[in-house]
């Protein structure tokens, strides 16, 4: 994915422009297009043939989001469902100007859905898709920044894209565009850092908290912004905290009365709590440091998910002994000892167990590539047979993609 969406390599883009700096890639430094991803046709096709539904689209008009009764209505007998897109609603507001934005494609479109499962695994960090379809002229949003990395991609037409230096550095989620609004103003009446036009096969990379606004020219613009929610030091200083719940110390209640108490009061007992908190965080380290990532991996899978499985041909496969599989891509697993002689596999809902003798099979899968039940390391056919259907149930293995 990085090496479409940038123009210098990984390592580069790694140490000097990841949540540092914006970088423009253009079709020139890098020919490529991204016809393959999005395309006009495949706008038209999601709009009047998929059944797209609310929240999955909406539409803005100079920075102004639309009342969803503009564009959303029933599909009629068969579909009776009221947030479904009304494609000639769709049609009135764009020619009036609109933007509409397809967002979470990384849920809809076969080629997002791949695409944004490489920028997961590129980046670390959790990603998405969406697309922005503005008419000639026109502009969907003001200048605001993003609460997440945006990686903006040209699919067709041009737009200008106007961007300045953030007004408050590293936003969190919590501390949205709309609570600078003032300062925001005043920025963008300055000088830009980068004020160009994106043609087809354009790339733009901006980090969280930098100012943009874009408006399209003389033809219909379409866009792909791949959103990345980066892990910040402060979800690793959480997870660490989150820890602490584990020691019970940290679970009793503070003295009655400490919420009405005066100031002088209350900075002591919030100094003494700090206190014993950095001797826990010292005398406890490696065991918290354990805890914390595993709770930080954790976060991860809730915010990403593994690649979709296809129910109908992984029970036909689950039915071949013979069958090759594969650990199902994105999906992260703990593979711990267990009481009784049996070893367990953490998975982000549940945990399974298998017996002892199937440790190293487990890690081999665990490892990757294409495994055949026959050659299931520890195991005969037989068992290993026996535990690749189980995992083909349980969705932990899919049928290799060559099947």
Same mark, same amino acid.
């Given at each position: 994915?990085?090496? @479409?969406?940038?123009?210098?390599?990984?390592?580069?883009?790694?140490?000097?422009?990841?949540?540092?700096?914006?970088?423009?890639?253009?079709?020139?430094?890098?020919?490529?297009?991204?016809?393959?991803?999005?395309?006009?046709?495949?706008?038209?096709?999601?709009?009047?043939?998929?059944?797209? @539904?609310?929240?999955? +689209?909406?539409?803005?008009?100079?920075?102004? +989001?639309?009342?969803?009764?503009?564009?959303?209505? =029933?599909?009629?007998?068969?579909?009776?469902?009221?947030?479904?897109?009304? =494609? /000639?609603?769709?049609? /009135?507001?764009?020619?009036?100007?609109?933007?509409?934005?397809?967002?979470?494609?990384?849920?809809?479109?076969?080629?997002?859905?791949?695409?944004?499962?490489?920028?997961?695994?590129?980046?670390?960090?959790?990603?998405?898709?969406?697309?922005?379809?503005?008419?000639?002229?026109?502009?969907?949003?003001?200048?605001?920044?993003?609460?997440?990395?945006?990686?903006?991609?040209?699919?067709?037409?041009?737009?200008?894209?106007?961007?300045?230096?953030?007004?408050?550095?590293?936003?969190?989620?919590? #501390?949205?565009?709309? #609570?600078?609004?003032?300062? +925001?103003?005043?920025?963008?009446?300055?000088?830009?850092?980068?004020?160009?036009? *994106?043609?087809?096969?354009?790339?733009?990379?901006?980090?969280?908290?930098? *100012?943009?606004?874009?408006?399209?020219?003389?033809?219909?613009? !379409?866009?792909?912004?791949?959103?990345? =929610?980066?892990?910040?030091?402060?979800?690793?200083?959480?997870?660490?905290?989150?820890?602490?719940?584990?020691?019970?110390?940290?679970? @009793?209640?503070?003295?009655?009365?400490?919420?009405?108490?005066?100031?002088?009061?209350?900075?002591?007992?919030?100094?003494?709590?700090?206190?014993?908190?950095?001797?826990? *965080?010292?005398?406890?380290?490696?065991?918290?440091?354990?805890?914390?990532?595993?709770?930080?991996?954790?976060?991860?899978?809730?915010?990403?998910?593994?690649?979709?499985?296809?129910?109908?041909?992984?029970?036909?496969?689950?039915?071949?002994?013979?069958?090759?599989?594969?650990?199902?891509?994105?999906?992260? /697993?703990?593979?711990?000892?267990?009481?009784?002689?049996?070893?367990?596999?953490?998975?982000?809902?549940?945990? +399974?167990?298998?017996?002892?003798?199937?440790?190293?099979?487990?890690?081999?899968?665990?490892?990757?590539?294409?495994?055949?039940? /026959?050659?299931?390391?520890?195991?005969?056919?037989?068992?290993?047979?026996?535990? !690749?259907? @189980?995992?083909?149930?349980?969705?932990?293995?899919?049928?290799?993609?060559?099947?």
């Amino acid at each position: 994915m990085l090496s @479409r969406c940038s123009a210098v390599d990984a390592r580069t883009f790694a140490e000097q422009y990841w949540g540092r700096r914006p970088l423009l890639s253009t079709a020139v430094d890098l020919p490529r297009d991204f016809s393959d991803l999005l395309s006009p046709g495949a706008v038209d096709e999601l709009i009047a043939e998929r059944g797209i @539904r609310a929240p999955f +689209i909406r539409l803005a008009r100079d920075g102004e +989001i639309l009342a969803k009764d503009c564009y959303l209505g =029933s599909a009629g007998f068969g579909a009776e469902i009221a947030d479904q897109v009304d =494609s /000639a609603k769709v049609l /009135a507001e764009i020619a009036s100007g609109a933007t509409i934005v397809l967002q979470g494609l990384h849920r809809l479109w076969p080629p997002l859905i791949d695409f944004v499962r490489d920028a997961v695994d590129d980046l670390g960090h959790p990603a998405q898709a969406n697309a922005y379809i503005t008419p000639p002229g026109n502009r969907g949003f003001d200048p605001h920044y993003d609460v997440h990395d945006v990686f903006v991609l040209q699919v067709s037409g041009q737009k200008r894209w106007v961007v300045h230096e953030p007004v408050h550095a590293h936003p969190l989620p919590s #501390q949205p565009w709309t #609570q600078h609004r003032a300062a +925001i103003g005043e920025r963008v009446r300055g000088e830009p850092v980068i004020d160009t036009v *994106l043609n087809a096969g354009d790339a733009l990379y901006l980090p969280r908290g930098w *100012l943009h606004a874009a408006q399209a020219l003389d033809t219909t613009s !379409i866009h792909l912004t791949i959103g990345v =929610s980066a892990t910040t030091c402060l979800d690793v200083a959480r997870a660490v905290l989150d820890e602490l719940s584990t020691v019970e110390a940290f679970r @009793r209640s503070l003295p009655m009365g400490i919420a009405a108490a005066d100031h002088d009061e209350t900075v002591a007992t919030v100094t003494k709590v700090m206190a014993e908190v950095v001797a826990a *965080l010292r005398d406890n380290a490696a065991a918290l440091s354990t805890g914390a990532a595993a709770r930080l991996s954790d976060r991860h899978a809730g915010l990403t998910r593994p690649v979709a499985v296809r129910p109908l041909a992984t029970l036909s496969a689950a039915a071949d002994a013979e069958v090759d599989v594969c650990w199902r891509r994105g999906l992260t /697993a703990r593979l711990n000892s267990s009481e009784g002689g049996r070893v367990a596999l953490q998975l982000p809902d549940r945990t +399974i167990t298998f017996p002892i003798s199937c440790a190293e099979a487990l890690r081999a899968l665990h490892r990757g590539g294409v495994v055949r039940a /026959a050659a299931l390391p520890g195991l005969d056919p037989a068992d290993g047979a026996v535990l !690749i259907r @189980r995992l083909l149930r349980e969705a932990v293995v899919v049928p290799s993609p060559s099947r």
